[in-house]
């Protein structure tokens, strides 16, 4: 359970790789992405879905929208920190919001925020959260 007032959050380390950059060793910003999707889906279990009963229960939270403001890019070989933290949260969506820094400095590089719902495989049917949010999370409901 989460300290009142705190919202469930996670930080993941990455490292770029050559397969991440351009000829000129800048990340590609769909890198980025690929980042925040490993922050994403660890950070799932904390909100209360294990990755690996997901399918066998068909619920899946999906990503709808994504808001990533590109502020300095990432070079070949840097060392990276992603946050991600669960912003809010309605009746049947919610908002994560990432940052992704640089080790070296805590340079901030990337800004981000994701909606997502919970839909009910394979007909893809949108589904109310959990009913343990109110409890934990409240304090993030809008």
Same mark, same amino acid.
């Given at each position: 359970? #989460? %300290?009142?007032?705190?919202? %469930?959050?996670? *930080? ?9 950059? *351009? ?6 910003? @769909? ?11 660890? $950070? ?13 229960? #068909? ?8 808001? @990533? *403001?590109?502020?300095? %890019?990432?070079? !070949? ?36 925020? #994701?909606? !997502?719902?919970?839909?009910?495989? %394979?007909?893809?049917?949108? $589904? ?11 304090? !993030?409901?809008?």
């Amino acid at each position: 359970m #989460q %300290p009142a007032n705190q919202a %469930p959050s996670l *930080d993941t380390a990455e490292r770029v790789m050559f397969f991440d950059t *351009d000829a000129g060793g800048v990340v590609h910003n @769909i890198a980025y992405l690929r980042f925040i999707e490993t922050n994403r889906s660890l $950070l799932a279990e904390k909100l209360g879905w294990k990755l690996g009963e997901m399918m066998q229960l #068909q619920q899946c939270p999906v990503v709808v929208r994504t808001e @990533i *403001d590109y502020r300095r %890019p990432a070079k !070949l070989w840097d060392n990276l920190v992603v946050h991600g933290e669960l912003e809010r949260f309605e009746r049947s969506r919610f908002w994560c919001a990432f940052t992704i820094k640089r080790v070296a400095g805590q340079e901030l590089l990337i800004t981000c925020r #994701q909606m !997502l719902v919970v839909v009910k495989l %394979p007909d893809m049917k949108v $589904l109310r959260l959990p009913d343990h949010w109110e409890s934990e999370f409240g304090h !993030l409901k809008s």
